[in-house]
């Protein structure tokens, strides 16, 4: 059962990941780059397992970015079969991840047919639970979500339900995927890279990062467990003193 357990005070309401080092982690063992997708899978559902343990209410991850088109087609498709692996391994588990739900953020129009209807079909499966909530970031990049809050709200103003001047942070908040969930309090990126990749650019005002050495194949719940302790130790002025 999800979130059944003691609440745990240490915990952040919202954690994104970004799950980067698939590739290095193949090539460090001289095999093509979709083997690490696999295990950088195996990884994912491990750690969503965990969070839904702990009893975490939102996991923001990253799977596959507006950008990642420029890669080997074999490799993208790779990475589209394993996603549709996991929503169908998520049905034949239904009943041990009870109350997780899964959204998928990012322009799914891009996607191939049988992964938009198996999305829909995963994201109907959570409706009315109230257990962790996962969005998996997929054809996802934060200067295009930006892009589609702007053309909501001008499409508003064209239809003169709201004035120019009424447009606020909440009203931009509230056209992004995330519409209705907290920020992220923590980023965390494996891999060594320290950079954001446009992921959750404007929802990460004020998130703090932790970056780890960790290629994301590698990431167990223990790294999870240690960027939590890092996060307790910052402390978060939100602009205050
Ligand atoms: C992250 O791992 C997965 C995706 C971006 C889809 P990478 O494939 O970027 O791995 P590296 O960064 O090349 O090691
Ligand atoms: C970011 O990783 C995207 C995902 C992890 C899905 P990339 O590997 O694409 O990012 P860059 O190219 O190193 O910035
Ligand atoms: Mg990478």
């Known amino acids: 059962m999800a979130n059944n357990q003691p ?10 990941i970004i799950m980067d080092g698939n590739g290095r982690w193949a090539k460090k063992r001289a095999l093509p780059r979709k083997y690490g997708h696999r295990e950088g899978a195996k990884a994912f559902r491990k750690i969503v397992e965990y969070c839904d343990k702990i009893g975490l209410h ?3 991850v990253y799977a596959f970015s507006t950008e990642n088109w420029k890669r080997p087609k074999d490799e993208v498709d790779s990475i589209m079969q394993l996603l549709e692996q996991y929503i169908d391994e998520a049905f034949d588990h239904k009943n041990e991840s009870d109350g997780v739900r899964t959204k998928f953020i990012g322009d799914m129009s891009a996607l191939s047919p049988v992964l ?7 994201e109907a499966l959570g409706e009315g639970k109230s257990g962790l909530l996962v969005n998996v970031a997929l054809n996802y990049g934060g200067r295009h979500e930006l ?27 509230d056209h992004l995927y995330t519409a209705g969930q907290p920020d992220p309090d923590l980023i965390i990126r494996p891999s060594g890279e320290e950079r954001l990749s446009n992921f959750l650019i404007w929802q990460a005002a004020y998130s703090e990062f932790v970056f780890m050495d960790v290629l994301w194949p590698d990431f167990k719940p223990e790294h999870l467990e240690e960027a939590i302790r890092i996060f307790n130790q910052r402390h978060r002025r939100f602009g205050g003193i």
């Open 7 to 16: 609440c745990r005070e240490d915990l952040p309401e919202h954690i994104g």
């Open 58 to 60: 939102y996991l923001t």
């Open 116 to 122: 938009q209807e198996k999305i829909k079909r995963i």
């Open 147 to 173: 892009v589609h809050s702007m053309r909501a709200l001008a499409e508003m103003v064209r239809e003169q339900k709201i004035a120019p001047e009424e447009i606020d942070e909440a009203m931009v908040s």
